[in-house]
C-alpha cells in the first residue's frame, strides 16, 4: 500500500501531496481499526459456535428428565434429578461467564432471549420440586389405602374406588369430579349411619378423595412441566439460531471490511480529484460573488478602524448611501450611536436585527414624513424625526465581521440587509389581525360584543381583581316570536332590545357594558351601581309596547319583558361571575320573579357544583378505563342445593360501577342521570357492553345486561354490540334485559330490529322492572321475550300486601301458560323469598340470596 502512495506521489502537484500527507494520520487510523475488527471476528467465531454447543446440551438435559419422569409408577430418582438440574445451572453458568458473552447477549432481542430461557429453567426447577413431593405423597397415600383397606365394612364398594383410583394411572377414562362426587355421596350415606364400622368407611372414603385431589395436583403439575420444558426448548432454539445469525453476520463484517479497503481507496482518488476542480472554480465564484454584491438589493460596506467607508457596492441611487471616505453612522433602535469597530474588539461577528441609518435630509419638514397610517395606502419607508431634524429609517437589519492583520482590527465588512417591504407586508398583516380579531369579538346581528368579547372582558377583571358583577338578560316568551315571526323580525326585535337597553344606560349614566351572546341572551358588566335600583330602571325601559315593521312594512306591537339575573362583583372558588349571573337568572325563573340576585351556595349552585363534579368524574372514569361492573347472581328456586337458601345458580346480572381519581367506587344512582344530561351515557353504556362480552369470554356463565330503547336506537351501541357479537364464541350466554322507558312504544321499531338480530345470533331477551309503570302484556307480547323481571317495588310488599300478591299471582298464571321465566329482584327478606316461592316464581336475586361483586 505504501508504495502505491509513494508512486501516486510523484505525479501529482504539490497541493495534492499536501492533501495526501493530512489524509495519512487517517488512514493509519483506519488501518488499526480494520485490524482489531478481523481479529475481534474470528475469535467471535469460534466463541458463538461453543455458545451454541452448551445451549443444545441444555435442551438433551431437559429432554432426559422428561423420558425419566414420564412413566406414571417410575420411582422418581430424585438425586438423578436434582444432578440434571445441576449440570444445567453449571452450563448457564459457563455461558455467563463467556469471553463473548457480553458482546452477544448485550444485544436487547440475544439478552431477552437468554433472560427467557433462564426465566424458564427457574420456573422448571419449581414445577419439579412440587412434582416429586406431591409424587411422593401420593405413593405414601396409595401405601396406606392400600394397607387400610381391609378394616374397611364395605370392602366391596371401598375397593371399587381404590380400583377406579388405581386404574386410572394406566390410561384408564377416569373423571375426577364425577369421582369426588361419588365418594361424597357414599359418605353423605354412611355420616348417618349407626352401624358399626361406619365412622372407619366414612374415615377411608376422605383418605380417598384426598389422593383424588393429590393425583389431580399431580396431573396440573405435569401439564405446567410440558409447558416449562417446551418453554424451555423453544428459548433454546431461538438462542442457537440468534448465535448462527450472529455468526453469519461476523463472517459477512469480514467479507464487509475487505470492501470498505477497496471504497476507501476510491473515495480518497475521488477527493483528490474533487479539491483539483475545487481549487479551478474558486477564481470563478469570486468573480460570481462580486457581480452579486453589486447587484444586490443589500448594501455591503468596507470601513477601516475609524469606521470610515473605504467601500461599497452601488447597485442602487447613489445618493441613498453615504459617500467614500465619510464615517459610516449607524444607531441602534433606542437612539445610541453604534461603534462597530469597538463592537468587534472581542467578537467575531457583530449583528443587530434593527438599525437606525441617517438619511441624507436634515431638517426635514415634518408634514413630509410619512405616519404609520399613510403606509397602508403608500410604499414608503416609515420614518421618525428626532430632536436633530435627521430622519431615520426602521426597515435595516446589519451584520458586520472583523478584517485582522497581525492579530488587530484594521477594518470591517458592514452589510445593511433591507427588509422595508417586509416590514409594511408584517404591519398590514398585524392590522389585518387585529380587525379580524376585532370582528370575531362583534356580534353582527346587532352589533355588540359577543361572548368572545364578555370572556376577554371576564378574564382581564379576574387577573386585575376588578371588582365588576354581571347581569345576565334573557326576554320572556321568546320562543313565541320565533315561531310566530320570520328570522328578520326576530333579528329586528333582537337589536331593538338592544337599543332600548343602551337607551336605558345612557339617560341614567349606567357605568356598563352590554354584551349580546346568542339569540336572546344578553350580558351587562357593570360597576359601582346598585343592583335593585338597575333592575328597577332595565324593568321599566320595557314596561311600555314596542312597535316594529316588518319586511312588508306592516307594525309589529310587542310587549317584551324581561327576566334579570345578578351576580357578586367576585368569582368564587366553586362558580365564575357569568355562572353566578346565569344561576341567579334560573332561580329567577324558577320563582317567576323578574329578577333575582345570587345567593352563595344555594340549592341551584349546589346542583350545578354537584353535577359539573360528577361529570368529571364520569369522563375521568370513561378516559382511565375506570368503568367496571359487579355481577349480582340470579339463582333458580326450582333447583334446591344442601343448605339454607341454597340453590343452583341461574345467571348473573352486570351492574355497571365507576371508580374516581382516588379510588372510590361510585354506583348507578349517583352518575347515570347525570351522564344522561352530560351526553355521557351512551359512551358508558358502550364501556359496559364490552365489559359484558368480555365476561362472557372470560367465564362459563350466562350473563345478563342492561339495554334501553335509547341504547338499542342509538347506532354506535347498535354497531359496537353487533361487532362484538360476530365474534362472541357463546351468545346464548348473553341477556339482554330490556329497561323499562317511557319513549319505548316511540322507538318499538328500532328495539324490535335490535331484539330480532341478536336473537338470530343465539342471544335471550328479557325484560326489566316489569311493573314499574310503562310496560304492560302488550309490550311482552311484542318484545317476544324470554324473562319477565319484576320489579322490586312489587316484590318488596309481597309480605304484606295483598293486591301486590294478586298481582304477581296473575302475571305468574299468564307466564306460566306463554312459557315465559320469571325473576323477582329485590328478594332481601325469608319472608319475601317465601311468598315468590309460593307464587310460583322460578328465579330471584336479592341481598337475601347474594350481593353484587366483581367476578375473579
Known amino acids: 500500500m505504501k508504495k502505491i ?37 474470528f475469535q467471535g467465531l469460534y466463541t458463538h459456535n461453543e455458545l451454541a454447543a452448551k445451549i443444545s446440551k441444555i435442551v438433551n438435559i431437559n429432554e432426559a428428565i422428561d423420558n425419566h419422569i414420564n412413566s406414571e409408577f417410575s420411582v422418581i430418582q430424585t438425586d438423578l434429578i436434582n444432578e440434571h438440574l445441576k449440570q444445567i445451572d453449571d452450563l448457564i453458568d ?72 388405581l386404574l386410572s394411572r394406566f390410561g384408564e377414562i377416569f373423571d375426577s369430579n364425577l369421582f ?42 405435569q401439564e405446567r412441566r410440558e409447558q416449562v420444558s417446551n ?41 483528490l480529484r474533487q479539491n ?87 431638517n426635514a419638514d415634518e408634514s413630509n414624513i410619512p405616519t404609520t397610517e399613510e403606509t397602508l395606502n403608500q410604499d414608503v419607508v416609515i420614518t421618525k424625526e428626532d430632536e436633530s431634524g435627521y430622519s431615520f429609517e426602521y426597515h435595516e437589519s446589519m451584520y458586520a465581521s472583523p478584517i485582522r492583520k497581525l492579530g488587530k482590527i484594521i477594518g470591517a465588512n458592514v452589510v445593511l440587509i433591507d427588509f422595508t417591504k417586509q416590514f409594511e407586508a408584517e404591519y398590514r398583516q398585524k392590522k389585518y389581525a387585529e380587525k379580524l380579531e376585532t370582528n370575531q369579538h362583534v356580534d353582527k346581528e346587532t352589533g355588540l360584543p359577543n361572548h368572545l368579547a364578555l370572556n376577554k372582558e371576564l378574564t382581564n377583571s379576574r387577573e386585575n381583581g376588578l371588582r365588576k358583577y354581571v347581569v345576565y338578560i334573557s326576554i320572556d316568551q321568546f320562543e313565541n316570536f320565533q315561531f310566530f315571526y320570520n328570522d328578520r323580525t326576530v333579528s329586528l326585535i333582537l337589536v331593538e332590545v338592544s337599543r332600548t337597553i343602551r337607551l336605558c344606560m345612557r339617560n341614567y349614566d349606567i357605568k356598563a357594558e352590554l354584551y349580546h351572546l346568542q339569540e336572546d341572551k344578553f350580558c351587562l358588566v357593570c360597576e359601582e351601581e346598585d343592583k335593585d335600583r338597575l333592575a328597577e330602571r332595565l324593568l321599566n325601559y320595557f314596561s311600555s309596547t314596542i312597535v316594529l315593521k316588518d319586511n312588508l312594512n306592516h307594525d309589529i306591537t310587542l310587549n317584551i319583558s324581561l327576566r334579570l339575573g345578578f351576580s357578586n362583583d367576585a368569582d368564587t372558588d366553586n362558580s365564575d361571575r357569568l355562572a353566578q349571573a346565569k344561576l341567579a337568572h334560573q332561580k329567577a325563573r324558577q320563582i317567576e320573579a323578574p329578577y333575582f340576585i345570587y345567593e352563595q351556595n344555594d340549592d341551584n349552585e349546589r346542583t350545578y357544583r354537584n353535577n359539573q363534579i360528577v361529570s368529571s368524574m364520569i369522563r375521568y372514569a370513561l378516559n382511565n378505563n375506570k368503568i367496571t361492573a359487579e355481577c349480582q347472581p340470579i339463582y333458580d328456586l326450582t333447583k334446591p342445593l344442601p343448605g339454607e337458601n341454597n340453590y343452583e345458580l341461574f345467571s348473573y346480572e352486570i351492574l355497571v360501577r365507576l371508580y374516581d381519581d382516588e379510588g372510590k367506587i361510585h354506583y348507578p344512582g349517583e352518575f347515570l342521570n347525570i351522564a344522561k344530561q352530560a351526553g355521557l351515557y351512551i359512551s358508558i353504556t358502550k364501556a359496559v357492553v364490552n365489559i359484558a362480552f368480555d365476561l362472557v369470554e372470560k367465564f362459563d356463565y350466562v350473563f345478563s345486561i342492561n339495554l334501553s330503547s335509547s341504547d338499542m336506537a342509538n347506532t354506535s351501541v347498535r354497531e359496537l354490540f353487533s361487532a362484538r357479537l360476530k365474534k362472541c364464541k357463546a351468545p346464548n350466554r348473553l341477556t339482554i334485559e330490556v329497561l323499562e322507558t317511557e319513549d319505548i312504544d316511540q322507538k318499538m321499531d328500532d328495539v324490535l330490529k335490535f331484539l330480532n338480530e341478536v336473537r338470530n345470533k343465539g342471544c335471550h331477551v328479557a325484560i326489566d322492572d316489569f311493573g314499574s309503570g310503562f310496560a304492560n302484556i302488550s309490550t311482552i307480547l311484542q318484545l317476544n321475550i324470554d324473562y319477565i323481571k319484576i320489579d322490586g317495588s312489587i316484590i318488596k310488599r309481597l309480605p304484606y300486601d295483598e293486591n301486590s300478591r294478586a298481582f304477581l299471582s296473575m302475571l305468574s298464571n299468564f307466564a306460566a301458560s306463554a312459557n315465559y321465566t320469571m325473576v323477582a329482584e329485590f328478594v332481601s327478606s325469608q319472608d319475601i323469598l317465601d311468598q315468590v316461592k309460593a307464587l310460583g316464581v322460578q328465579c330471584a336475586q336479592g341481598y337475601l340470596l347474594g350481593k353484587p361483586a366483581k367476578l375473579i
Open 5 to 41: 502512495i509513494t508512486k501516486i506521489k510523484r505525479f501529482i502537484s504539490q497541493d495534492f501531496k499536501k492533501t495526501l500527507d493530512k489524509l495519512f494520520p487517517w488512514l493509519s487510523v483506519t488501518a488499526v481499526l480494520l485490524i482489531i475488527i478481523i481479529s475481534y471476528n
Open 231 to 271: 418453554l424451555i426448548n423453544t428459548s433454546a432454539t431461538e438462542l442457537i439460531e440468534k448465535l448462527n445469525n450472529y455468526s453469519r453476520t461476523t463472517k459477512n463484517l469480514l467479507d464487509a471490511t475487505l470492501l470498505f479497503v477497496a471504497a476507501l481507496m476510491i473515495i480518497f482518488m475521488l477527493k
Open 276 to 362: 483539483q476542480q475545487a481549487k479551478l472554480k474558486m477564481h470563478e465564484k469570486e468573480l460570481q460573488i462580486k457581480e452579486i454584491l453589486e447587484n444586490s438589493s443589500d448594501t455591503v460596506f468596507e470601513i477601516d478602524a475609524k469606521g470610515v467607508i473605504k467601500s461599497v457596492n452601488y447597485s442602487e441611487d447613489k445618493n441613498k448611501y453615504p459617500l467614500i471616505d465619510t464615517v459610516l453612522e449607524l444607531m441602534s433602535p433606542d437612539g445610541r450611536p453604534i461603534n462597530i469597530i469597538a463592537e468587534l474588539e472581542s467578537k467575531d461577528k457583530y449583528s443587530l436585527n434593527e438599525i437606525r441609518r441617517k438619511k441624507l435630509r436634515k
Open 94 to 165: 459457563e455461558i455467563s461467564k463467556n469471553s463473548d458473552y457480553a458482546s452477544f447477549f448485550n444485544i436487547p432481542s440475544s439478552h431477552k432471549s437468554f433472560k427467557d430461557l433462564m426465566d424458564n429453567i427457574k420456573a422448571n426447577e419449581v414445577v419439579l420440586n412440587r412434582f416429586m413431593t406431591h409424587k411422593a405423597i401420593i405413593m405414601e397415600k396409595t401405601l396406606d389405602l392400600s394397607a387400610n383397606l381391609r378394616n374397611t365394612k364395605e370392602i366391596r364398594t371401598l375397593t371399587g374406588f381404590f380400583s377406579r383410583i
Open 180 to 221: 369426588s362426587d361419588d365418594v361424597r355421596a357414599y359418605r353423605y350415606d354412611i355420616s348417618n349411619s349407626q352401624e358399626e364400622g361406619s365412622q372407619i368407611d366414612y374415615n377411608y372414603s376422605l383418605l380417598l378423595i384426598q389422593l383424588n385431589e393429590e393425583i389431580i395436583q399431580l396431573i396440573g403439575i
